[in-house]
């Protein structure tokens, strides 16, 4: 089984697959998620012929794929924070800082012994919790049905947009520009949620355990996990966040043509009706005849008024997603708190062996995370695109 699909999401966020290494073990992830009846199944090479939409999937079943992929994914975030805890307690360095299980990632810098290959397993190990994230939300809006079979992956890592042969290639351009950013925009939102998410899932049940336990060396042995793991994951996030990219330009670019163009065609109609109004004061069109033009136009303009609407739903979307992308990318101020409160956490331990937790910290990124979830996430279908773009159902 092929894990193209981290590669395919670098060439969805604008990053370069040249800058990442596919590890084994994210080969092994994928295929624990795929033995857990998440289905992670390469796309189909792009047919010739230009066949008919998959219907995507009823909403209970994707929210269930949803929910199964997030768990799965939960789970191969830890093993990558135990991996990371392993390498930074394996230096064997004589550094004062070096007490084992209390070894953070970044002290290992301060340490003149590390062996280099240490410090470069860590690295990537971390670079592929970011795509890890990415590959999953990718592959949920894919799932959703995400274009619809105009966009597709092949086997070779990339991106496949499907041209309508019967459209011009000026508006097969703008057809593929409108799927892919926002394709693009959905994976950045879903992939910082999940992310989040995810931090706060993992501090909460190393929490609980720590306090339902009643042997004190256990809990304690709990919440240096715990202090490792938020320090850890919560440099993941950060990175994530600083590496996002949300695209409003192109969609609001297309609103504002399409804004003006279908304003002017509603003023032509409403010139038209006062216009048979007018010919028909003058005898020149029969009563009939003149209620029949003026009923036909108002068709009209009730269709291209519809299609404006349409356009304008899309727009207020997209502003509430550009704003939890910015309360996003301010949440690293809390972030880097959540950071140095899980290093002093871990520096308590050590040195006084007192209890503590970072529930308090991690509280303020709770409701960024429910604000991502209750998100609107668009799917542009074909039959979406071609109401906003306007073209024949029959082309």
Avoid at 90 to 97: C, F, G, L, V
Avoid at 104 to 127: C, G, H, N, R, Y
Avoid at 211 to 217: A, K, M, S, Y
Wanted: aromatic residues 4%.
């Amino acid at each position: 089984m092929k894990a193209y699909f981290l590669l395919a999401t670098l060439a969805v966020s604008g990053a370069t697959a040249q800058s990442v290494e596919v590890s084994k073990e994210l080969e092994k992830a994928r295929q624990q998620l795929a033995n857990q009846s998440v289905h992670l199944k390469p796309a189909k090479p792009v047919a010739p012929k230009i066949a008919k939409a998959p219907t995507p999937p009823p909403p209970q079943k994707i929210e269930v794929y949803i929910h199964r992929a997030q768990l799965q994914t939960q789970k191969m975030i830890k093993a990558r924070l135990k991996a990371i805890r392993k390498l930074a307690n394996s230096t064997q360095s004589q550094h004062e800082k070096n007490i084992s299980g209390f070894v953070l990632s970044t002290d290992i810098a301060d340490f003149p012994d590390t062996p280099p290959k240490v410090s470069e397993q860590i690295a990537m190990i971390k670079e592929d919790m970011v795509m890890l994230f990415r590959l999953v939300a990718l592959d949920i809006e894919m799932q959703r049905g995400y274009g619809a079979g105009v966009l597709t992956l092949d086997d070779k890592v990339n991106l496949i947009y499907r041209p309508n042969a019967k459209l011009p290639a000026q508006l097969n351009d703008k057809r593929e520009r409108l799927l892919s950013v926002n394709l693009s925009n959905n994976v950045t939102i879903r992939s910082i949620n999940m992310a989040i998410d995810c931090m706060l899932a993992l501090n909460a049940a190393l929490v609980e355990e720590a306090q339902l336990t009643e042997d004190n060396d256990e809990a304690r042995q709990l919440y240096i996990t715990q202090a490792v793991y938020m320090y850890e994951m919560t440099e993941v996030v950060m990175t994530l966040l600083e590496q996002l990219t949300f695209d409003t330009k192109i969609i609001a670019t297309q609103y504002v043509a399409h804004k003006a163009t279908i304003e002017q065609r509603i003023a032509t109609i409403d010139r038209q009706i006062a216009k048979a109004q007018v010919l028909f004061e003058k005898g020149h069109l029969s009563m009939e005849n003149a209620q029949q033009q003026t009923l036909t136009a108002a068709r009209v303009k009730v269709l291209n008024k519809r299609r404006l609407e349409q356009w304008q739903a899309v727009i207020g979307t997209l502003e509430k997603q550009l704003m939890f992308i910015r309360h996003a990318k301010s949440s690293k101020e809390i972030l880097q708190y959540n950071r140095e409160q899980a290093k002093l956490q871990l520096e308590t331990l050590r040195e006084l062996m007192q209890l503590s937790d970072l529930k308090s910290a991690l509280q303020a990124l709770e409701q960024l995370t429910q604000t991502g979830k209750s998100l609107e996430l668009m799917i542009f279908d074909e039959k979406t695109v071609r109401s906003l773009l306007g073209y024949s159902e029959n082309l």
